[in-house]
């Protein structure tokens, strides 16, 4: 299957400061690449879409504006959590799917996931 | 909207089958896709189904029937290893084709 990396694997950070997030297809390229959250013993919550070329697609209750999504290229996309706080710890998910052709749909590369936590 | 009901936690024996069923509601419905999370990774990719019927992974199969929206994920031989989370996931062919994940089942396997 294909490789989805992300780093780091684990960042702790101090409240106010921001951490950027990597998340990078390693032998494909990704027009579209999902950001999810997932605090202990629950499930993974979509946080947005990330489409290369254009502005991502927050889900409900998401703050763009907190939660910075950039997708410069085919095979990278980056998540910033600004101004971080100790709620925003938690264990970040990225995936990445295949390009579409027609009607098919392919099955998304999920990455390792990154283990924030904020003093 | 989207909604998923998939039991909270199942217990299984080494060795023994388990069947974990899901049941959903979506708007344009594509397929039914099977995850496995084990704690502290990410979740991986075991079984999709496009068509009614049966698919056959392995150890696991995944089936649908879409009059019913109602999907299973079949284990047999059960491991040890087995032990995770499992999620369903509607997919609903749209331009982003996002995964909504639900609650996902805890599987408990007893040596």
């Known amino acids: 299957g294909a490789v989805v990396s992300q780093h780091p694997s684990r960042v702790i950070c101090k409240s106010g400061t921001s951490v950027k997030i990597e998340c990078r297809s390693l032998d494909f390229q990704a027009t579209t690449m999902f950001w999810y959250r997932q605090f202990p013993k629950q499930s993974l919550m979509l946080m947005a879409t990330s489409n290369e070329g254009s502005k991502a697609t927050y889900e409900q209750g998401v703050e763009k504006d907190k939660f910075l999504i950039n997708h410069a290229s085919l095979t990278l996309s980056t998540l910033t959590v600004t101004s971080a706080h100790p709620e925003d710890s938690s264990f970040y998910i990225c995936?990445?799917?295949?390009?579409?052709?027609?009607?098919?749909?392919?099955?998304?590369?999920f990455g390792p996931g990154t283990r924030l936590t904020v003093l | 909207g989207q909604s998923l009901e998939q039991p909270s936690e199942v217990t299984a024996v080494e060795g023994a089958i388990v069947q974990i069923n899901c049941t959903y509601q979506t708007s344009g419905f594509y397929g039914l896709s099977w995850y496995q999370q084990h704690d502290g990774g990410a979740p991986t990719f075991l079984s999709y189904n496009g068509l009614d019927g049966l698919e056959e992974t392995g150890r696991f199969s995944s089936f649908l029937s879409r009059s019913d929206s109602y999907g299973y994920l079949l284990l047999q031989e059960l491991q040890m290893k087995d032990s995770a989370s499992y999620f369903c996931?509607?997919?609903?062919?749209?331009?982003?084709?996002?995964?909504?994940f639900g609650k996902g089942t805890r599987l408990h396997i007893l040596p």
């Open positions: 995936s990445a799917r295949f390009p579409k052709t027609g009607q098919d749909t392919t099955e998304q590369f």
């Open positions: 996931a509607p997919r609903r062919g749209d331009r982003d084709d996002k995964i909504i």
